[in-house]
Structures are given as structure tokens and as C-alpha cells.
């Protein structure tokens, strides 16, 4: 964490807010702004720079510091590791020699959002949509104007994704079987990869990997 | 046994021409079309060009020909319509006033290609809901993130492939999707994509579950 430019250079400027007070406006103003990413306009910065009183320069240097040292410690701490948060944090923090005070308010602010920061996290990352409303009915086929005596069963499928997009789909048997199949393939790969120790392994930084921060 | 069937004027009429044909084509031709009425096509059975060949193979004229094809495919779809076995279709055949010869031949053909037309009649959909066409996966494993590190619970992404043959009616959401593209709309396969987590897998796992609970308890 230390070795992040912007990092470096906010720990260098620390000493330009001398009050907690002030310390605990920029906290407050970095936390909401990683909690709601896409819809934080600019407004809550300005008047936080105007609050705060310092100049241009000093100001960005300490907000952008904040706010990426914030995005590290989602980073490093989405996953549940084995040693409870305030302690991963603070010696985390360590490193970093800020006044203790600050150190704490900022323990304490993250551990108290902690839950809304690691799923607008998981948010911004690309993904597919996922099923928001699975509707279904099993119908039969008695006959037709071909055919007098059918009797064909098949499934009809209502699918709600999570991007509205719903589709109506109708499966015959032969792919309601090959669904099955696959389902019942993908829970058995998902639990074989999850009880797997090398996966599994509590590891701080991916190995070989240590210039994407 | 009820009369499957209808003596009107045109029936008798195509049975006159069924009579006078020669016998040693006609397996052939009935055979021909019984293949075009089990694949999936629209309007006339013979092309034009088909039609004029037939006619002069076979020395008919159009009417002549036109008759005997309706004729012959209102055997057969009317067979398809009981689900006729081989024998209740020859004796259907009997009361009509078919000779021997081309009632032997009708059997014979709806013996090798009965099934399999009925089959086709049994498949075939209006077109809406969509067919599922073809079903893909793929399991993830997320490593790293530009917000996230190390998560590692894996992902499942599944795909439906799905049909929507032209000309038919669809809801105007459908329509939507399919504005713009560059492929002509009859050739698409249309994909819904989406993807799981372990606890979300679960959950659709125990929905499939019950649908085949269902399944179950209709055929016992």
C-alpha cells in the first residue's frame, strides 16, 4: 500500500489538516463518494474543499490520496479472512505512520460502512446480469389440428434478468434434461473448486504480480 | 369404424387418377410426397418446374396431377391425424374404391415413412414462445478486479440459444432486440445470457428440482 504514489504523497500532506474535526469531514466525504460511485456528483467536494479552507493543489493531493487509500483497503479486505477487520486494518495502516487519533477514526469509519463499500465494489467490477425472477410451467401437448393424440409434454420458461430483459423460452424435453445436466455439473464444479485447499489459500498478493496495485 | 375417408367428388375423382397410374412409378411418387409433406414447408407440394416434369413423366394433365396430389396428401394427413397403425390403414383403404394394387403400395410407403411424418407433425411449433435451441455454460473463477482482489467464488455463466423463425408474431420487446443487426432476422439465433453465484445456483437448482417433480408425477 505504501508503495502507491498517491498514497505517499497524501501521507506527506497530513500534517495540513490539524484538526480531527477536519479529518473526519474528508473521511465522511471519501466513504459516501466509494459507496455511491456512479451517482456522486461534484458538490460534496467542492464544499468539503471550501469547508476545509486549503488550496487547490493541497486539496486535490488530499482527496485524491484519501480516496485511493480507502479503494486499497476495500481492496485488500473484501474477502473474510481469519483475523478480524480492525486488526487486518491497523496493521495495515501501520506502514503508513499517521497520528493515531486518525488512524482509529479511520478504522472506525470503514468497519461501520463496511458491508455498502465491498458490494458497490463488487458492482463496479463487469458483469454479466444475473436472474432476478425465474417463473415456470410445465405444459402438455393433448393435440393439434395435424394431429389427433399428442400428449407431448415441454416446459415454459418465464426469465427475468437484473437488466429488466425478460424472455418468455419454451424447452423441449431432450433440452430440459440437458439443463438439468449442466446445473447439476456446475454445482458439483462450484463446490469442488471452493473446498479446495491451493485456491483457498489466504495469500496478501497475487504471487509475481506486484506492480498492479 | 367410422368413415375416415369423405367420399366427396374430388376424393373419388383422385382415386380414378390413383387407379390409372402406372404402378411401377408410383411408389415412387407417393414416397416423394409424403417426404415433402414430413419436412417443414408452406404452400404447393411440387415446384412449378417440378410440376411440368411430372406432368410430362407421367402423361397427366394439371388438373389431373393437381387432383392426385391433394389426394394422396389427404391420405396421408388424415392417416397422421388417428395415428393410424399399418393394418387400420389398410382398411381404411379398403372402403375406398383404391384397386389392390396402389392400396398394397400406400401401406408399404406409410410402413417406412409414417412414423417419421408423424413425428414431424408432432414437433412442429407455432413459433412463439421461442424454442430453446441450444444451452451453453461456462464456470468462472474471478480472480482479481479493479475494486476487488482475491475473491474467488466462482461464477456460473449460462446461455440459451434461441429460435425465432420468421414471419411469425412476436411481442414488440422481442422485436426490439433484434433492430439493428446485420444479420438477416430468419438466420438468428437469439442468446440470453446470465451468470450465478454458488447461492443463486442453488436456488435454481431446487426450482429445477420441482419441475421435474412435476414431470415425474404426470407420467406415473
Known amino acids: 500500500m505504501d508503495r502507491h504514489p498517491e498514497i505517499k504523497r497524501f501521507i506527506g500532506m497530513v500534517g495540513n489538516i490539524p484538526q480531527q474535526k477536519q479529518w473526519r469531514e474528508l473521511l465522511q466525504t471519501t466513504l ?3 459507496r455511491n460511485r456512479d ?16 488550496s487547490e493543489d493541497v486539496f486535490s493531493a488530499l482527496y485524491t490520496g484519501m480516496f485511493c487509500l480507502i479503494g486499497q483497503m476495500i481492496r485488500n479486505h473484501t474477502r473474510k479472512g481469519t483475523v478480524p477487520l480492525e486488526t487486518a486494518l491497523a496493521e495495515e495502516l501501520q506502514p503508513l505512520a499517521l497520528p493515531e487519533k486518525y488512524a482509529k477514526e479511520l478504522i472506525s469509519g470503514f468497519t461501520h460502512y463496511e458491508k455498502s463499500l465491498t458490494s458497490s465494489a463488487y458492482a463496479h467490477i463487469p ?9 415456470w410451467r410445465t405444459e402438455v401437448t393433448i393435440s393439434t389440428s395435424s394431429v389427433n393424440r399428442i400428449l407431448k409434454p415441454s416446459i415454459l420458461i418465464e426469465l427475468r434478468l437484473t437488466n429488466g430483459r425478460k424472455q418468455l423460452l419454451s424447452l423441449n424435453m431432450n433440452q430440459f434434461h440437458h439443463l438439468r445436466y449442466i446445473v447439476a455439473v456446475l454445482l458439483k464444479q462450484m463446490a469442488d473448486i471452493e473446498n479446495d485447499e491451493l485456491i483457498n489459500r489466504d495469500v496478501k498478493i497475487l504471487p509475481g504480480v506486484t506492480e498492479i496495485v | 369404424m367410422s368413415k375416415l375417408f369423405v367420399d366427396t367428388r374430388q376424393f373419388r375423382a383422385a382415386i380414378d387418377v390413383i387407379n390409372s397410374f402406372e404402378i411401377s412409378k408410383f411408389t415412387a411418387f407417393i414416397r416423394r410426397i409424403l417426404t415433402t409433406l414430413a419436412s417443414e414447408r408452406t404452400g404447393k407440394i411440387f415446384s412449378p418446374e417440378e410440376e411440368s416434369r411430372f406432368m410430362e413423366l407421367y402423361q397427366l394433365t394439371l388438373d389431373e396431377l393437381d387432383t392426385l396430389t391433394e389426394g394422396c396428401s389427404y391420405i396421408f394427413e388424415q392417416a397422421a391425424y388417428m395415428s393410424l397403425k399399418t393394418k387400420s390403414f389398410q382398411n381404411h383403404l379398403s372402403t375406398t374404391s383404391m384397386n389392390e394394387d396402389k392400396i398394397k403400395v400406400f401401406v408399404t410407403v406409410w410402413e417406412q415413412g409414417g412414423e417419421m411424418y408423424m413425428e414431424s ?9 421461442p424454442l430453446v435451441k441450444d444451452i451453453r455454460w461456462e464456470l468462472h473463477l474471478p480472480l482479481a478486479s479493479s475494486s476487488t ?12 440459444a434461441y429460435d425465432i423463425p420468421k414471419n411469425t408474431i412476436q411481442p414488440s420487446s422481442v422485436q426490439s432486440q433484434t433492430i439493428g443487426s446485420s444479420v438477416p432476422l430468419d438466420k438468428q439465433l437469439n442468446r440470453l445470457l446470465f451468470e450465478m453465484n454458488h447461492k ?10 420441482l419441475i421435474q417433480g412435476q414431470l415425474d408425477s404426470l407420467s406415473s
Not at chain 1, 446480469?129 to 417463473?135: K, N
Not at chain 2, 443463486?200 to 428440482?209: C, M, N, T, V
Open chain 2, 121 to 129: 407433425l408432432k414437433n412442429q411449433q407455432f413459433g412463439y414462445p
Open chain 2, 149 to 160: 482482489k482475491l475473491d474467488r467464488a466462482p461464477k456460473a455463466q449460462i446461455e440459451f
Open chain 1, 32 to 34: 459516501n463518494h466509494h
Open chain 1, 39 to 54: 451517482t456522486f456528483g461534484i458538490e460534496p467536494i467542492t464544499k468539503l474543499r471550501d469547508s476545509l479552507g486549503l
Open chain 1, 127 to 135: 458483469h454479466h446480469p444475473s436472474i432476478e425472477q425465474f417463473r
Open chain 2, 200 to 209: 443463486e445456483l442453488s436456488a435454481f437448482a431446487k426450482q429445477i428440482e
